[in-house]
């Protein structure tokens, strides 16, 4: 079996990082990187979705893997699978009624979607009831029968999260996904980067927010590399539409990783057709990148030089063009700007103030995810000669400048859904501070937030009695997370306006978390009756 070759797929796991360090030149030079090239830009390797494979660069693999193996015989129920370890502690897997199909291929493209069984359909019309119902005990008594409905499993995890329980939450998560990768079409596949499924219909969408949410928490968990195949992972499911904006969150990724190649490459080859560089996490990242490679130490002088002028020709357009990002930049970084640069109109207040807000979103999102990779006193040190270089162009009254506020003006009147779908899911404080009241006036629903205006409905709910038609955005809000909150409880329809209304708030905020506590303190999952025919067991995943 793949248990006993352990060693060996250890040593050959080693002489696989061995040749990518030896053979990963910036440019592309090398054999080994010219080979790698040829590949789609988001080509994904199986490997590289296991966190472990990651890991065991960091620590080794006796420090990683410890007495995981033999353990991991002990579950006979649980078929292999690549997007995550199954756990012997969860519940027996059987038939959910989730499944998948192909919808048609064109022009080298399979578009999949997947579907919800008459039996699936009934539990999840059980679990919108109880989202809706106000009563924890519902969501519990789902999952005890369901143990692997995917939209509960992704609520509750949310609810975890808020808890601060993130093992917890994230195990919630990796159980989602290993019943959808469970209901994979044999011709689904994870890494050829042909493989489409369209955000639009709703049934799409769990899968979509649960590799996101796995997404964030390796990234949080310190494996950057794993969170970056995760995300090209995502972007190929829909690399046009990009549903879940992954484009804001690539940059960091990859910077993080230490995959500046990727980066700049995307840079190259997108920037024609997707405008990157109007992205402000593209435009400050990617000079970024180019620096960090030209600092490396397998570099020849040649190519650190075309590296460094690349850096620099770029960081320059992107001050010119978002002049409002240097001294949030320095705040954050805590670096105090020389009396030049300090006192120029430029870079002043009025370069926040003249803003648009929608840029100013996009600005927040990028400096609350990436400041922490400017801090470098190398880093720094070449920002600061740009600045000063930036504004020898605007003392000489460069067209560019003019140019650049017009763009300005207009790109950035408001966002696509997408954007702000993706600030939802950031939870980057200051982003979210600033979505727009037509936004956070609508209930936003953890497990399908802003679902698109053009979804592809397969099937309907029943229509039930008649539900509160007075409830606040909050409420629902709230609701979405926890069933059973209700913000109005004692309240009356005008509760704000009468005396004492602050304290209904508090009041209800905090049967909020006693319910959520009470919730995940009574919690047990039920396994349903054995299958006899359980699904195939496949191998080991190494």
């Known amino acids: 079996g793949p248990q006993d070759e352990n060693d060996d797929a250890e040593d050959i796991e080693s002489i696989l990082v061995r040749l990518e360090s030896t053979t990963a030149g910036p440019w592309g030079q090398s054999e080994g990187r010219a080979v790698a090239d040829t590949r789609p830009l988001l080509y994904v390797e199986h490997r590289n979705l296991n966190p472990e494979t990651e890991l065991k660069r960091y620590f080794g693999a006796r420090a990683v893997l410890g007495d995981q193996r033999p353990r991991q015989r002990q579950r006979p129920h649980l078929r292999s699978t690549w997007l995550t370890v199954p756990k012997s502690a969860w519940p027996r897997h059987s038939k959910t009624g989730l499944s998948m199909r192909l919808l048609e291929s064109k022009r080298g493209v399979q578009h999949f979607a997947f579907e919800h069984h008459r039996e699936y359909q009934q539990v999840q019309f059980k679990f919108l009831d109880a989202v809706e119902s106000m009563?924890?005990?519902?969501?519990?008594?789902?999952?005890?029968?369901?143990?692997?409905?995917?939209?509960?499993?992704?609520?509750?995890?949310?609810?975890?999260?808020?808890?601060?329980?993130?093992?917890?939450?994230?195990?919630?998560?990796?159980?989602?996904?290993?019943?959808?990768?469970?209901?994979?079409?044999?011709?689904?596949?994870?890494?050829?980067?042909?493989?489409?499924l369209d955000y639009r219909r709703p049934e799409?969408?769990?899968?979509?927010?649960?590799?996101?949410?796995?997404?964030?928490?390796?990234?949080?968990?310190?494996?950057?590399?794993?969170?970056?195949?995760?995300?090209?992972?995502i972007l190929s499911l829909d690399p046009e539409n990009d549903p879940l904006c992954l484009l804001l969150v690539v940059d960091l990724l990859s910077l993080r990783a230490k995959e500046y190649a990727f980066l700049t490459r995307m840079f190259q080859e997108w920037e024609s057709h997707r405008n990157l560089s109007q992205l402000p996490n593209f435009a400050f990242s990617v000079p970024l990148a180019y620096f960090l490679l030209s600092q490396q130490d397998d570099v020849s002088e040649a190519e650190s030089s075309r590296a460094r002028e690349e850096a620099s020709n770029l960081i320059r357009q992107a001050l010119v063009m978002f002049p409002s990002v240097l001294m949030p930049l320095l705040d954050l970084c805590s670096v105090q700007p020389d009396a030049t640069v300090a006192s120029h109109s430029f870079f002043g207040p009025n370069a926040q103030l003249s803003s648009p807000p929608a840029l100013n979103q996009l600005v927040a999102l990028y400096l609350g995810r990436t400041h922490v990779l400017w801090?470098?006193?190398?880093?720094?040190?070449?920002?600061?000669?740009?600045?000063?270089?930036?504004?020898r162009v605007v003392e000489a009254h460069s067209p560019v400048l003019e140019e650049a506020e017009q763009k300005r003006k207009v790109r950035y009147q408001s966002a696509p859904r997408n954007i702000y779908r993706h600030v939802i899911l950031s939870e980057i404080r200051e982003a979210t501070a600033a979505l727009p009241p037509e936004v956070t006036s609508q209930?936003?629903?953890?497990?399908?937030?802003?679902?698109?205006?053009?979804?592809?409905?397969?099937?309907?709910?029943?229509e039930r009695a008649d539900r509160p038609s007075n409830e606040s955005a909050l409420s629902l809000f709230f609701r979405s997370l926890l069933?059973?909150?209700?913000?109005?409880?004692?309240?009356?329809?005008?509760?704000?306006?009468?005396?004492?209304?602050?304290?209904?708030?508090?009041?209800?905020?905090?049967?909020?978390?006693?319910?959520?506590?009470?919730?995940?303190?009574?919690?047990?999952?039920?396994?349903?009756?054995?299958?006899?025919?359980?699904?195939?067991?496949?191998?080991?995943?190494?």
């Open 135 to 196: 009563d924890p005990n519902n969501l519990v008594l789902l999952l005890q029968v369901n143990p692997y409905h995917v939209d509960s499993l992704l609520q509750l995890s949310d609810v975890c999260r808020m808890q601060e329980d993130q093992e917890m939450a994230r195990d919630l998560v990796e159980r989602a996904l290993y019943t959808l990768e469970s209901a994979f079409h044999p011709m689904f596949s994870l890494t050829s980067g042909t493989c489409r």
């Open 204 to 233: 799409n969408r769990a899968f979509c927010l649960a590799l996101f949410k796995h997404m964030v928490f390796l990234e949080k968990r310190g494996c950057p590399r794993t969170a970056l195949e995760f995300c090209k992972l």
């Open 375 to 391: 801090k470098d006193p190398a880093v720094m040190a070449w920002l600061e000669t740009n600045v000063h270089e930036v504004l």
């Open 443 to 462: 209930p936003i629903m953890g497990f399908d937030p802003l679902p698109p205006l053009d979804s592809i409905v397969s099937y309907t709910r029943p």
């Open 483 to 542: 069933p059973n909150f209700n913000l109005q409880g004692e309240v009356g329809a005008a509760g704000a306006e009468e005396p004492g209304a602050g304290q209904d708030l508090n009041q209800g905020v905090n049967r909020l978390m006693a319910a959520m506590r009470d919730m995940l303190a009574n919690i047990q999952f039920q396994e349903p009756p054995r299958d006899d025919n359980p699904e195939g067991d496949g191998g080991e995943w190494d």
